[in-house]
């Protein structure tokens, strides 16, 4: 089955800073990544996926992340974050594996700070 | 836009006790999810339900859990006799498409925060 790692549990980053949340996968098998995002009270909502093809994939809110086979690795990144961005993110994975549920990271918090 | 609407936001009962978590998913959806993440873990799913039956479950998903979709709107997750370990945050989601490569047509409510004493 397919699973994923977040490495870092919590983010702090200063406003217009770059950050990059760290995510990777394990798989023998093709596999479909995803970031999500939850804001505090309310549901988890799509930032970016990777199905197939360029492996730079962008996503809503400056978000992009990038599909990287040989490092078996999906780090979301952003280069200007905002005190908006403050939130959980988090990684999924699906598969044939899996029979396509989606099998979620831990999470990571990031914190924008002034 | 459309959402899913999941009641209560938080919920607190005794070990033991029944509970029924409810969700009404987006309208002309039809392929309904449960998720749950425990406090400082993974977001874990549990099961997937289409055409009036489970089409998916997890380990997780034993005999004491049930989903139903009791009327056109209402999608619940019942939880026959709690323990301390159910205690967690349960997503609801559903989708118009059980099309693998499509999860991003994927959309959650906000959460329901089971508490168990």
């Known amino acids: 089955a397919q699973s994923v790692t977040q490495l870092d549990s919590q983010v702090p980053v200063f406003e217009e800073a770059p950050v990059e949340l760290r995510c990777n996968y394990s798989?023998?098998?093709?596999?479909?990544l995803f970031w999500y995002v939850q804001y505090p009270n309310q549901g988890l909502q799509l930032l970016l996926k990777?199905?197939?093809?360029?492996?730079l994939v962008k996503g809503i809110n400056g978000f992009e992340a990038e599909f990287n086979k040989s490092q078996t690795s999906f780090h979301l990144r952003k280069p200007s974050v905002h005190i908006s961005d403050t939130a959980e993110y988090f990684c999924?994975?699906?598969?044939?594996?899996?029979?396509?549920?989606?099998?979620f990271g831990k999470g990571t918090s990031l914190l924008v700070t002034p | 836009e459309p959402e899913v609407t999941q009641t209560p936001s938080h919920q607190v009962t005794q070990m033991g006790q029944e509970v029924i978590l409810r969700c009404v998913p987006i309208s002309n959806h039809l392929y309904f999810y449960w998720y749950r993440q425990i406090l400082g873990q993974k977001v874990e799913f549990l099961v997937s339900f289409y055409n009036n039956e489970i089409s998916e479950k997890s380990e997780i998903f034993d005999d004491q859990f049930s989903v139903e979709r009791p009327d056109g709107s209402n999608f619940t997750l019942k939880i026959r006799s709690t323990k301390l370990e159910d205690s967690a945050m349960y997503f609801c989601?559903?989708?118009?498409?059980?099309?693998?490569?499509?999860?991003?047509?994927?959309?959650f409510g906000s959460g329901t925060q089971l508490s168990v004493l």
């Open positions: 798989s023998s098998v093709s596999v479909y």
């Open positions: 990777y199905l197939s093809g360029s492996t």
């Open positions: 999924a994975v699906s598969g044939e594996n899996s029979g396509y549920a989606l099998n």
């Open positions: 989601a559903s989708s118009d498409d059980g099309v693998p490569t499509t999860n991003e047509k994927l959309f």
